[in-house]
Protein backbone atom coordinates (compact mmCIF):
# COMPACT_ATOMS: atom_id res chain seq x y z
CA UNK A 1 0.00 0.00 0.00
CA UNK A 2 1.22 3.34 -1.08
CA UNK A 3 1.58 5.94 1.70
CA UNK A 4 3.36 8.74 3.31
CA UNK A 5 4.47 7.75 7.34
CA UNK A 6 5.08 10.68 9.52
CA UNK A 7 6.76 10.59 12.41
CA UNK A 8 5.42 11.45 16.19
CA UNK A 9 4.19 13.57 18.36
CA UNK A 10 6.37 16.00 19.65
CA UNK A 11 7.01 18.77 22.58
CA UNK A 12 8.97 21.87 21.99
CA UNK A 13 9.94 24.73 24.03
CA UNK A 14 9.55 28.21 22.67
CA UNK A 15 12.86 29.42 20.64
CA UNK A 16 13.39 25.34 19.84
CA UNK A 17 13.39 23.61 16.42
CA UNK A 18 11.35 20.22 15.38
CA UNK A 19 12.24 17.86 13.00
CA UNK A 20 9.33 16.39 11.50
CA UNK A 21 10.18 13.26 9.05
CA UNK A 22 7.81 11.92 5.90
CA UNK A 23 8.67 8.42 4.59
CA UNK A 24 7.26 7.19 1.63
CA UNK A 25 6.43 3.36 2.00
CA UNK A 26 5.05 1.09 -0.39
CA UNK A 27 6.64 2.58 -3.96
CA UNK A 28 10.17 3.12 -4.81
CA UNK A 29 9.83 6.96 -5.70
CA UNK A 30 12.28 8.02 -8.31
CA UNK A 31 12.68 11.00 -6.76
CA UNK A 32 11.16 12.92 -3.58
CA UNK A 33 9.38 15.98 -3.75
CA UNK A 34 7.25 17.12 -1.69
CA UNK A 35 4.67 19.23 0.18
CA UNK A 36 4.53 20.95 3.77
CA UNK A 37 1.41 22.04 4.95
CA UNK A 38 0.46 22.42 8.80
CA UNK A 39 -3.02 23.26 10.31
CA UNK A 40 -3.10 24.80 13.65
CA UNK A 41 -5.85 23.71 16.13
CA UNK A 42 -9.38 24.59 15.45
CA UNK A 43 -7.75 26.87 12.05
CA UNK A 44 -7.36 26.36 8.33
CA UNK A 45 -4.44 24.70 6.23
CA UNK A 46 -1.94 26.78 5.31
CA UNK A 47 0.74 25.72 2.93
CA UNK A 48 4.70 26.20 4.19
CA UNK A 49 6.88 25.37 1.28
CA UNK A 50 8.34 22.70 -0.90
CA UNK A 51 10.82 20.16 -1.14
CA UNK A 52 12.49 19.53 -4.90
CA UNK A 53 13.30 16.30 -5.12
CA UNK A 54 15.01 16.79 -8.39
CA UNK A 55 17.37 19.39 -7.90
CA UNK A 56 17.40 19.38 -3.49
CA UNK A 57 15.78 23.21 -3.43
CA UNK A 58 13.73 24.08 -0.75
CA UNK A 59 10.67 26.55 -1.41
CA UNK A 60 8.96 28.44 1.29
CA UNK A 61 6.45 30.67 1.91
CA UNK A 62 7.51 34.29 3.09
CA UNK A 63 6.77 34.27 6.54
CA UNK A 64 8.80 30.73 6.52
CA UNK A 65 12.13 32.16 5.00
CA UNK A 66 15.31 31.51 6.90
CA UNK A 67 13.15 29.53 9.70
CA UNK A 68 12.84 26.05 7.26
CA UNK A 69 15.48 23.62 6.31
CA UNK A 70 13.77 20.32 3.89
CA UNK A 71 16.19 18.07 3.28
CA UNK A 72 16.04 14.14 2.28
CA UNK A 73 17.36 10.44 3.21
CA UNK A 74 17.02 9.07 -0.43
CA UNK A 75 18.67 5.85 1.28
CA UNK A 76 15.74 5.49 3.03
CA UNK A 77 13.09 7.28 0.92
CA UNK A 78 12.81 9.84 3.14
CA UNK A 79 12.31 13.36 3.57
CA UNK A 80 12.38 15.87 6.50
CA UNK A 81 10.93 19.30 7.39
CA UNK A 82 13.09 21.11 10.29
CA UNK A 83 11.49 24.31 11.46
CA UNK A 84 13.28 26.63 13.78
CA UNK A 85 13.31 29.97 16.47
CA UNK A 86 9.71 27.85 17.49
CA UNK A 87 6.54 30.30 18.25
CA UNK A 88 3.45 29.33 20.27
CA UNK A 89 1.91 29.82 16.63
CA UNK A 90 3.73 27.56 15.09
CA UNK A 91 2.28 24.75 17.09
CA UNK A 92 -0.06 22.88 14.61
CA UNK A 93 -0.38 19.30 13.18
CA UNK A 94 2.25 19.30 9.98
CA UNK A 95 0.96 17.36 7.35
CA UNK A 96 3.77 15.90 4.27
CA UNK A 97 2.25 15.46 0.27
CA UNK A 98 3.34 14.59 -2.36
CA UNK A 99 2.62 17.07 -5.34
CA UNK A 100 0.87 15.60 -8.93
CA UNK A 101 2.02 16.96 -12.34
CA UNK A 102 -0.25 20.73 -12.01
CA UNK A 103 0.60 21.01 -8.12
CA UNK A 104 -1.87 19.25 -5.91
CA UNK A 105 -1.16 17.06 -3.29
CA UNK A 106 -2.66 13.85 -4.08
CA UNK A 107 -0.97 11.53 -1.52
CA UNK A 108 -0.84 13.14 2.48
CA UNK A 109 0.68 11.27 5.28
CA UNK A 110 -0.82 10.97 9.03
CA UNK A 111 0.05 14.25 10.29
CA UNK A 112 2.69 15.07 13.39
CA UNK A 113 1.50 17.13 16.07
CA UNK A 114 3.70 19.80 16.92
CA UNK A 115 3.28 21.33 20.26
CA UNK A 116 5.29 24.54 21.52
CA UNK A 117 4.51 25.15 25.49
CA UNK A 118 7.45 26.71 27.83
CA UNK B 1 0.53 36.15 -2.45
CA UNK B 2 -2.54 35.31 -4.09
CA UNK B 3 -5.51 35.55 -2.03
CA UNK B 4 -8.33 32.66 -1.89
CA UNK B 5 -11.66 33.55 -0.33
CA UNK B 6 -14.59 30.41 -0.36
CA UNK B 7 -18.69 30.81 0.26
CA UNK B 8 -20.29 30.36 1.90
CA UNK B 9 -18.12 29.40 5.39
CA UNK B 10 -20.35 27.31 6.07
CA UNK B 11 -23.92 25.76 4.86
CA UNK B 12 -26.02 22.83 6.78
CA UNK B 13 -27.75 20.37 3.97
CA UNK B 14 -29.64 17.29 3.92
CA UNK B 15 -28.62 13.83 2.08
CA UNK B 16 -29.79 13.88 -1.48
CA UNK B 17 -29.09 17.69 -1.78
CA UNK B 18 -27.27 19.44 -4.23
CA UNK B 19 -24.64 21.55 -2.74
CA UNK B 20 -22.37 24.44 -4.61
CA UNK B 21 -19.64 25.80 -3.05
CA UNK B 22 -17.55 28.38 -4.78
CA UNK B 23 -13.86 30.07 -4.49
CA UNK B 24 -12.59 33.12 -5.97
CA UNK B 25 -8.72 34.15 -6.13
CA UNK B 26 -7.54 37.42 -5.84
CA UNK B 27 -5.97 37.40 -9.56
CA UNK B 28 -6.20 34.83 -12.84
CA UNK B 29 -5.02 31.16 -11.53
CA UNK B 30 -6.11 29.72 -14.89
CA UNK B 31 -6.96 26.28 -14.18
CA UNK B 32 -4.72 25.76 -11.57
CA UNK B 33 -7.68 24.95 -8.58
CA UNK B 34 -7.79 22.28 -6.67
CA UNK B 35 -10.23 20.98 -4.05
CA UNK B 36 -10.07 19.04 -0.96
CA UNK B 37 -12.10 17.48 1.53
CA UNK B 38 -11.22 17.01 4.88
CA UNK B 39 -13.25 15.37 7.92
CA UNK B 40 -12.18 15.77 11.94
CA UNK B 41 -8.85 14.20 13.04
CA UNK B 42 -7.78 13.01 9.12
CA UNK B 43 -5.74 14.30 6.79
CA UNK B 44 -7.02 16.25 3.28
CA UNK B 45 -8.01 14.20 0.81
CA UNK B 46 -7.77 15.60 -3.18
CA UNK B 47 -11.25 14.98 -5.04
CA UNK B 48 -10.41 17.93 -7.77
CA UNK B 49 -7.15 19.14 -9.42
CA UNK B 50 -7.02 21.42 -12.44
CA UNK B 51 -10.52 23.15 -11.68
CA UNK B 52 -12.41 19.96 -13.01
CA UNK B 53 -10.25 17.08 -13.21
CA UNK B 54 -11.77 14.25 -10.91
CA UNK B 55 -8.81 12.67 -8.80
CA UNK B 56 -8.76 8.86 -9.29
CA UNK B 57 -11.45 6.58 -7.13
CA UNK B 58 -13.15 10.17 -6.11
CA UNK B 59 -17.02 9.46 -6.82
CA UNK B 60 -18.43 11.07 -9.95
CA UNK B 61 -20.60 13.38 -7.59
CA UNK B 62 -18.36 16.06 -7.52
CA UNK B 63 -17.78 18.06 -10.23
CA UNK B 64 -15.55 21.40 -10.41
CA UNK B 65 -16.15 23.86 -13.17
CA UNK B 66 -14.25 27.21 -13.51
CA UNK B 67 -11.57 29.12 -14.58
CA UNK B 68 -9.43 32.29 -14.05
CA UNK B 69 -10.37 33.95 -10.81
CA UNK B 70 -14.03 31.96 -10.46
CA UNK B 71 -14.43 28.50 -9.63
CA UNK B 72 -17.13 26.24 -8.29
CA UNK B 73 -17.26 22.44 -6.56
CA UNK B 74 -20.81 20.83 -6.64
CA UNK B 75 -22.20 17.59 -5.05
CA UNK B 76 -24.90 16.61 -6.94
CA UNK B 77 -26.47 14.47 -4.45
CA UNK B 78 -25.02 14.73 -1.02
CA UNK B 79 -24.49 11.48 1.02
CA UNK B 80 -23.77 11.12 4.25
CA UNK B 81 -20.25 10.53 4.20
CA UNK B 82 -19.81 13.55 2.07
CA UNK B 83 -20.58 16.18 5.18
CA UNK B 84 -16.87 17.38 5.95
CA UNK B 85 -14.72 20.98 5.59
CA UNK B 86 -14.37 21.30 1.84
CA UNK B 87 -10.99 23.98 0.84
CA UNK B 88 -9.68 25.28 -2.22
CA UNK B 89 -6.59 25.58 -3.18
CA UNK B 90 -4.43 27.63 -5.73
CA UNK B 91 -1.34 25.59 -7.52
CA UNK B 92 -0.36 28.47 -9.79
CA UNK B 93 2.22 31.11 -8.04
CA UNK B 94 4.02 29.60 -4.99
CA UNK B 95 2.95 30.22 -1.90
CA UNK B 96 0.09 27.54 -3.02
CA UNK B 97 -2.58 29.19 -0.81
CA UNK B 98 -5.73 27.68 0.73
CA UNK B 99 -9.07 28.95 1.07
CA UNK B 100 -10.72 29.31 4.60
CA UNK B 101 -12.74 26.10 4.21
CA UNK B 102 -16.34 25.97 4.05
CA UNK B 103 -18.31 23.40 6.78
CA UNK B 104 -20.96 21.37 5.15
CA UNK B 105 -22.53 20.10 7.63
CA UNK B 106 -26.96 18.82 8.56
Known amino acids: QVQLVQSGPEVKKPGASVKVSCKVSGYTPTELSMHWVRQAPGKGLEWIGA????????ISAQKFQGRLIMTEDTSTDTVYMELSSLRSEDAAVYYC???????????WGQGSLVTVSS | DIQMTQSPSSLSASVGDRVTITCRASQSISLYLNWYQQKPGKAPKLLIH???SLQSGVPSRFTGSGSGTDFTLTISSLQADDFAIYYC?????????FGPGTKVDI
Open chain 2, 50 to 52: AAS
Open chain 1, 51 to 58: FDGEDGET
Open chain 1, 97 to 107: ATPNRVGASDL
Open chain 2, 89 to 97: QQSYIIPFT
